[in-house]
């Protein structure tokens, strides 16, 4: 028979995942030495079985745990619900992972009626024992028995109110006698049954508790946030008690040994006299801070320190300890590793580096990737009073403050007028884009975390609250409600993209702070790993930030924002109307120079770095005003009598916006089809960047590495055809310019069929790029825009997929066609360089994948290249 | 040096792909002792190397041919170019693929002004000598020189207007004379150059025209067509003159073994007395039937059915021969396997069987399988007059007449009321099939091959025109215009879906003959095969036709179309428009005894045979109105202030219809999507289908053999989930009836990620179908409706892609997923049956990737089962 239940001094700190992480410290710092109330543990194992055999607690396992408490009972030298000077013990749940949510302590386990009143006179105190007795027959109703807190509460207020004190611990012993008999009368009428008096029927009971406490719902929740598996189980932890409840010499407490908020290397911590640890948790009383032990409990203090000290150099981490001082001597009954802030992350990790307690690979490897990039952004100050008006997704993290605007045109001539907006719509579309550009931050009712508003909002690091689906927007009239009120235009709101929280007015923030400490972890990163980082950027303002972040080059440089600005449109828009190769390469003359500027400005802005630029990639309607639109401007047109040529050129437009109009434009005529078909478009994207190569050359910039991307292919030939269309370029402005510059050109593998017939592909392409936003849309067969209020909110919500395949990188079926593209390719040309510039490539679970698919590097918007650094250099220490 | 040059003596039939067909069947017949005019064959190989070194002849190669030259002036006792008694020759092309378009052949090469006249002198027939001659010149002119045909006719013409004669031959010799100097006044205007009297490099530009005639445009485009590929090259036959042109006892003709018409065994041909072989070919002469020969030149015609018949005993198969009689001596000029109607390939393939001239098998590999749908189909009568009105795609194979009709509702009245009706549309919805079903033919000015009319059409086995683009579609007038005409609702029209003709009027149709011979072949083709063929078939009567063709079950029983019945809809649509589970539950009960009967139904037609259902798939949204619909009718019921409870309703479909409308419906809400979000929907089909099967055994039918087939699964959880609410839900029926029945449940793999993953897919699947249209939409990332007019024909056109996805299947990448999801799937379950039942299962090419993927069975539209069992039976031939 496997054993499941183990005795403290039988463990240690390496046996997590089978004594939980509290079990393993308990057992951890009983082998130290350290005043720990002896205990044992129920394994996990225990636990999987209790669901294994139905939600039943085998009878071997019951015989095991009285074998380990008749131990117990020996070293204590007490007896386990003994008449006369009972032992008695708490029953802690303790899973491998720390997890919040799980079952509350239950304390004071083992008295009854009986042991009460032997407990009252062992200790010459009946006032403690009957205090210890209605907290057990309160927690115990509560969480065992599943009775409402609240009304053991209005007992316990009606007798102060009677007796006229303010606290619990003021309450004579009498009274609470009556409490207790109050107490066990609830419990007969509201749970139908008595409370225990058997005290090994309370401990089994409080057991199956616990286990049973793995599937609630808030444990439920957290497992699904933090993605800790459902079958680990959780361990049980029976230990004896100690009193912090024993009189003023007595006291309960939790110490930090730094700050979890700013990282200061000083103990942070607060205690209650006379107290037991659930009036710490529960708050009922203020606890004092913990330096002021230093004068009330000074030997018990120190020996805290030192103890405190130790437990930190042997963790080598900040621990979240538990204590109690009982009649003046000290028990450590708990340390953790602390939780704490990104910046006490950053700061503590360093500080233990330049301590030579851990190494920098410790220390890289002890922040959280999704922690660094919380400190990149402003952040609502946590003292602030704010008023809610909705909630929705947090989409881009980041605070901001505006005034509220509901269109793009109105947002963007504020905007330029100096005033700081909110642009607030029911969903953003590309032609927003100028608005976007000028907001401080997006609101929209709906869309999820990776609709057009999240993933634009994300790659400028503007803050975005999207899906906010409380708030009903009223274009026409201009306003907005939610939760009963009303939003004008011209309000000021702010928005949190942190938390999906909308509030009224101007909320103080907090500027992001980016010290020395952080920098120096970051660089420690990026002398481990071998995976390069570049960021995605389409302007030189965009590229000079990715630099400062630390971006390597750019891995995704779009080039069809360029065309939507105002100027620029028109001119596109009569390369689309142009009805011959004539009237398109007339067109495209006119964007040449404008195209080559952009290039110009990007390349200057990365010289010595490569950057991926991708020939245009969207559909063409995307640069015509919205079929709607154009229905009811040609019919105001009309009905105004505007000149024919006006309406004849509304009319042409029409036209072109049906004929190009699609049923599924994500799967339409778009990306290298597009190149395919008006090979002049992508000839004069090719001879932009060539030029603007060349004149920078001239200039006197070295290593200018533009690299050509040809997005959507799906069959080599494409890449074949395109690649020509390209070198034929280069060749041409080599011949006119009279120098010679790099000609690099490569592909997206975006079309599952490219990841299929890698092979082939490579022969055509010097690099590849996986595009996982698309790849993941094919390989399921989800549109993006679509699927996530349709029917992946239900499936992640039912579990039918364990993660949301657009935020993490599906590893077995598109990461199954990432791995054979690289395989393939390689295999064609051992040379490939091959990256991602997918939404995946700044997520830290995807980026690890990517490691090991030894990809050369991630691109992700500038503001999460420092979180792709950090996740990157992790993925090499995990190895 | 390797010997690119042979005489006819040194090669054999199996010598194809060097010598070209021609020059292997001459030099088969040489060996055979036939009475061939010696020779020589420039090998194909010669041929590439011509193109390879830039199209140049290289100089070994032309003394190879002289050498060769001489090996036949040697056995003719006769020299080229000799001044008395000179050796002519004629040229010709000849590929290893019969391919018409490549150049025609050069007779009496090796003439000039003193050949010519030595020929008169040996001859003693100077009219013959000159005739030969400028024969000679024109020919060359035209296919060496490129220069136009009908100026050397304008010439011969005007002096047989001068001569008062009417035919070539009654032309006197110093009339010849006389226009062998104007063709040569002719060639020396036109051409710049003079005909060459060098007689060798007369023959050396023969042997340069037929190399490059191989890429010429004519035989590019067969090539095309019949998927030639482009480097075989072509081989040259060199041969010596006989000349059916000698005399009255001279003649030159063609023969066929048999009827290639009907395939009645009895010769077939005609000759020409008096003539050469382009007297025949140009049709300038009416040539004679061939049996007039056995009194005008028996003893030839006599030898002439020898060697005929023992020509098609030796190539075992109907030839098709070439011959001239040179006073009275029979010469075999070519002989090659006939082409032939699909009638004539059938009833020969069966003769030969009978005959005991070839193997079963042979015959099942001599019939194309395309040829055996036009079988089955009405034709135009051949011998019709007709007016085409227009030319579109050629969708659906059959001919049909009928009204014209521009509306489903129209068409579905006119039909109920027995009359015969053209649906024409500009391109038809699922909300068309009710008119679609009533129609005799479909005629859409939109879409491509694989539109909704064309695959509904094929389905239905009715014929349809689709993508007839010069056809301009008024809807509003109930008109539609083409090449200036017009037509009126009401009109005739004939289509005939095997060419893409429009036509006015009701043209003679030919009823299809399916005789013994056909059912006989197809059913030899049957014992040969592995891979078993199935139909898709959404309704009894369907299935009824199916299990006529020989289908043996039903791959894919579709369960949408059953709810667009007009008295379904409304039940459908209140499903639809439910917000609670309860509304939802009771709409549902209002299908399920609809759904059993249609289940009973086809249940009971393919009794003893699998019924593949598959579940709902769609997208709800094609179960509403159209938006715009509802949009006008909203505001006309406003406008007319119809009761407030009409309004509501259409506001609230109205407001469905939007919330249900999706950006990319491909790739959207539906299919298992539905089933995991709305699992009650499912479930009440599972009913329907088990409560069927349940009533069909009581009523004492046996092998009733559904299966139920979960579309569109991405992921295994998914498939799990609904395995469960199927399997539950037959646990329930079959408590309720009492009795057992089989539940097999299995799914489509259509989505790339179920291929990748179809390991743990198998897991709950007993079966997969891949739907191979989705496959490939999501492979390629095409959209089928949008891809085809916007780029993919494009693509086709510049061979970016070698053939249509939709209608071949891709093997390089679909394929590769295909193959995958076979292994993965029977690693973890080798009883997996798998099967297809896209586009692709009735098409030949991709039914032999399926075959040597190992798949169970493809399954096809009724009416290409027959073409599907012969593919099947062809693919296991080919092994």
Not at 91 to 111: F, H
Request: overall charge negative; glycine content about 8%.
């Amino acid at each position: 028979m496997r054993k499941r239940v183990f005795m403290f001094n039988e463990g240690g700190a390496d046996q997590r995942s089978l004594l939980g992480g509290k079990g393993a410290n308990l057992a951890e710092m009983t082998r130290l030495g350290l005043p720990v109330p002896p205990g044992f543990t129920v394994s996990t194992e225990a636990c999987i079985d209790y669901y294994e055999a139905g939600r039943e607690v085998e009878e071997t396992l019951v015989e095991e745990i009285f074998t380990r408490l008749s131990d117990l009972e020996a070293a204590m030298d007490r007896r386990f619900g003994d008449p006369k000077e009972p032992l008695l013990v708490s029953v802690r749940s303790g899973a491998a992972v720390s997890m919040p949510g799980m079952m509350d302590t239950i304390l004071n386990l083992g008295l009854n009626d009986e042991t009460a009143k032997g407990l009252a006179e062992a200790t010459q105190d009946p006032r403690f024992a009957y205090d210890c007795y209605r907290r057990l027959i309160q927690i115990f109703a509560n969480v065992v028995m599943g009775l409402p807190i609240g009304v053991f509460e209005d007992v316990l207020d009606k007798h102060k109110e009677k007796a006229g004190v303010s606290v619990d611990s003021a309450l004579g012993p009498d009274v609470l006698m009556e409490v207790v008999a109050e107490f066990k009368e609830l419990v007969r009428r509201l749970a139908k049954r008595e409370f225990p008096q058997d005290v090994r029927e309370q401990l089994l009971l409080a057991v199956e508790a616990v286990f049973s406490s793995w599937y609630n719902n808030r444990a439920a929740v957290y497992r699904r946030i933090h993605r800790i598996a459902e079958d680990l189980g959780t361990a049980v932890n029976v230990q004896a008690m100690v009193f912090g409840n024993m009189g003023n010499d007595s006291a309960t407490g939790v110490l930090f040994t730094r700050d979890p908020s700013s990282g200061v290397a000083a103990v942070l911590g607060e205690y209650l006299v006379n107290a037991q640890g659930e009036d710490v948790v529960a708050g009922l009383r203020t606890p004092r801070p913990i330096v002021e032990m230093a004068d009330e409990l000074p030997e018990a203090y120190q020996q805290l320190l030192e103890t405190a000290q130790e437990l930190e150099h042997h963790y080598r981490d900040m621990q979240d300890i538990e204590f109690t001082i009982e009649r003046r001597k000290l028990f450590i009954l708990q340390t953790r590793t602390g939780k704490r802030t990104a910046q006490a992350a950053v700061r503590i990790a360093y500080d233990l580096v330049t301590e030579g307690i851990i190494s920098a690979e410790e220390a890289v490897g002890r922040i959280e990737p999704e922690q660094v990039e919380k400190m990149l952004h402003r952040t609502i100050d946590p003292g602030a009073e704010v008023e809610v008006l909705a909630q929705g997704l947090p989409a881009s993290p980041g605070a901001a403050t505006g005034v509220v605007v509901f269109d793009a045109n109105e947002a963007e001539r504020r905007g330029e007028a100096g005033e700081k907006v909110i642009l607030v719509r029911p969903e953003t579309a590309p032609d927003d884009m100028h608005g976007i550009v000028q907001a401080q931050g997006i609101l929209t009712s709906r869309g999820g975390m990776t609709c057009h508003a999240a993933i634009v909002a994300r790659g400028m690091g503007k803050p975005a609250v999207v899906g906010c689906d409380e708030l009903r927007i009223d274009l026409g009239k201009k306003q907005a409600y939610a939760r009963g009120k009303r939003l004008d235009e011209g309000e000021v709101i702010t928005l949190d993209g942190a938390s999906g929280k909308v509030m009224r007015g101007q909320v103080p923030l907090v500027e992001p702070d980016l010290g020395g400490e952080f920098q120096q972890v970051l660089s420690w990163g990026d002398q481990m790993r071998r995976l390069g980082v570049r960021a995605n950027a389409d302007t030189p303002a965009d590229a000079a930030l990715a630099r400062k972040l630390g971006a390597e080059g750019i891995g995704l440089c779009r080039t069809e924002h360029m065309f939507m600005a105002s100027d620029r449109l028109p001119a596109m828009q009569a390369m689309i109307l142009a009805e011959t190769e004539e009237e398109r390469k007339a067109a495209l003359e006119r964007l040449l120079p404008m195209q080559k500027e952009d290039f110009k400005g990007i390349l200057r802005a990365m010289a010595g770095y490569p950057v991926t630029i991708r020939l245009l990639d969207p559909p063409l309607h995307e640069f015509l005003p919205r079929i709607e639109e154009l229905v009811v401007a040609l019919g105001r047109a009309r009905d105004d009598d505007l000149g024919a040529s006006d309406i004849e050129e509304k009319e042409e437009l029409l036209r072109k916006a049906r004929a190009l109009s699609e049923s599924n434009p994500m799967l339409g005529f778009r990306g290298c089809r597009l190149g395919i078909v008006y090979p002049e478009m992508y000839a004069m994207q090719a001879r932009a960047i060539f030029e603007a190569t060349a004149e920078l050359i001239k200039e006197g910039q070295e290593d200018i590495m533009p690299e050509i991307m040809i997005p959507l292919v799906g069959h080599a030939k494409e890449l074949a055809v395109l690649e020509k269309v390209v070198r034929a370029t280069a060749e041409e402005v080599k011949e006119e310019v009279g120098l010679d510059f790099p000609c690099v050109v490569g592909t997206m593998i975006e079309v599952p069929r490219s990841a299929l017939t890698a092979d082939e592909v490579a022969e055509h392409a010097e690099f590849f790029s996986f595009g996982t936003n698309d790849l993941t849309q094919m390989t399921f067969g989800y549109s993006r825009d679509d699927a996530e209020a349709k029917f992946l909110h239900h499936y992640l919500q039912e579990k039918v997929l364990p993660e949301n395949p657009f935020a993490v990188l599906d590893e077995d079926g598109v990461g199954k066609l990432v791995k054979m593209a690289v395989n393939l390719g390689r295999k064609t040309r051992p040379s490939l360089k091959i990256g991602i510039c997918g939404e995946h490539g700044g997520d830290p679970a995807s980026i690890a994948f990517f490691h090991r698919c030894e990809l050369d590097y991630v691109s992700c918007s500038p503001y999460r290249v420092p979180v792709a650094r950090l996740a990157a250099a992790r993925a090499q220490l995990a190895g």
